[in-house]
C-alpha cells in the first residue's frame, strides 16, 4: 500500500502552491520560487500516514489543510533559517535572502507564517493548537540556539534544540494525522504518537548534521554550513567526548576558530573517521526510528503500517 499516492500529493501541492500566492505579482513571484525548490513533503506524508494508519476517519478535507499549513510553517522556517545562518543555498538553489535580500525574506517568511495560520483556522480548536504549540516550540529552539553559538554546547544544550526546532514539528505532524484519522483516540495512545514523532524528528536531525558534514554539496545541500554559523553540532560533541587525553584541547581549538582551512577540516575528518562518529550517529538514528516503531506497532491495517514504518526508515537511510 501507498502512504501517499500520486493524487494525493498532487492535492497537497496544489494546495501548498495556493497558499504560497497572492493578488500582489511581487509575492507570488517570490512564492514561485520557493515552490520550485521543491522540497521532500516528510511532514504532509506522515500526518497522511498516521491518518490512514489510525483508520482514515475523519474529514480528509481537514486533513489536506492541516498538511499544507504543517508544509507552510516548514517552508517558512527554512527561509528564516537561511538568512539567521547566513546560507547561500538550499537545493541547489540561491536562498530567497541572497537575491532579494534580507528585508523581503524576512517579510516573506512571515506572510508564509501568516497563511498557514489562516489555513489551521479554519479548523477546531484542538487542532489549531497542536500546530501553534509546535511553532511556539520552533521560535524557542531558535531562540536558545542563537545563545549558543560560537561555543561549544553540551549535549543536553544540543538536544534541548533539537527537541524544539526539528522534532516539535515532526510530532505535530503524526498527532494531526492520527488526531485526524481517529477523532476518539485515546489520550494515552496520542501520547504515544507524540512520543514516535519526537524521536522520528530527532533522528532525522542527527542524520542532517551528518549530511552537512559529510554530504556531497552537488546534491543541493551546503556542507559545514552549521559550522560556519557558529553552531556546533552533535558528531563535534561526540567527538569530543570521546577524545583521547591530550587531543581535546586541539579539537576544541579547531572547532573554535572563525576560519577552519582545508586542513583544519581534513583533520577534523579523519578524527571523526577514526572515532567512527558518523556509524555510531546512523545506529543511533536507525535506534530512535525502532523505537518510535515499537511506540505503534499493531495499531492499523498491516499494510498500512509496512508502508508508514518504510517511510520512517528514510529519515535514517537517506543522501539528502
Known amino acids: 500500500m501507498e502512504i501517499l499516492r500520486p493524487e494525493e500529493l498532487a492535492e497537497v501541492e496544489e494546495r501548498l502552491r495556493e497558499g504560497l500566492s497572492s493578488e500582489i505579482p511581487f509575492i507570488s513571484e517570490l512564492g514561485d520560487y520557493l515552490y ?10 506522515l500526518a497522511i500516514g498516521f491518518y490512514k494508519l489510525l483508520g482514515a476517519q475523519g474529514e480528509r478535507e481537514a486533513l489536506l489543510e492541516a498538511a499544507t499549513a504543517l508544509e507552510l510553517i516548514h517552508l517558512a522556517t527554512l527561509v528564516h533559517d537561511d538568512i539567521i545562518d547566513g546560507s547561500p543555498s538550499r537545493r541547489a538553489q540561491p536562498s530567497l535572502w541572497k537575491l532579494w535580500g534580507n528585508r523581503i525574506a524576512v517579510l516573506q517568511g ?15 480548536a484542538s487542532l489549531r493548537s497542536i500546530v501553534t504549540d509546535a511553532i511556539g516550540e520552533i521560535l524557542q529552539g531558535e531562540l536558545l540556539q542563537e545563545g549558543l553559538r560560537w561555543r561549544i554546547p553540551t549535549e543536553a544544550e544540543y538536544f534541548a534544540v533539537v527537541e524544539r526546532k526539528t522534532a516539535a514539528l515532526f510530532s505535530a505532524a503524526c498527532t494531526v494525522g492520527a488526531l485526524l484519522g481517529s477523532p476518539e483516540l485515546p489520550e494515552a495512545r496520542l501520547a504515544r504518537v507524540r512520543q514516535a514523532g519526537r524521536r522520528l524528528g530527532i533522528a532525522y536531525q542527527m542524520i542532517d548534521d551528518l549530511l552537512d558534514i559529510f554530504g556531497d554539496s552537488r546534491l543541493g545541500k551546503p ?15 561526540r567527538l569530543l567526548e570521546r ?23 581534513a583533520e577534523l575528518l ?41 517511510l520512517m526508515d528514510t529519515i535514517v537511510e537517506r543522501e539528502r
Open 243 to 265: 577524545a583521547a587525553e591530550g587531543s581535546e584541547e586541539r579539537l576544541r581549538l579547531l572547532l573554535q576558530r572563525e576560519e577552519l582551512t582545508a586542513e583544519d577540516r
Open 110 to 124: 512571515d506572510f508564509i507564517f501568516s497563511r498557514a495560520i489562516a489555513i489551521l483556522n479554519r479548523r477546531e
Open 36 to 45: 520550485r525548490t521543491g522540497g521532500k513533503r516528510l511532514r504532509p506524508t
Open 223 to 237: 556542507t559545514w554550513k552549521d559550522w560556519e554559523g557558529g553552531w556546533i553540532t552533535l558528531p563535534f560533541i
Open 270 to 310: 579523519r578524527a571523526l573517521e577514526r572515532d567512527k562518529i558518523r556509524e555510531r550517529l546512523i545506529l543511533e538514528g536507525r535506534a530512535l526510528v525502532h523505537e518510535a516503531k515499537q511506540l505503534l506497532a499493531g495499531w492499523g491495517e498491516p499494510g498500512y503500517e509496512q508502508a508508514l514504518f518504510e
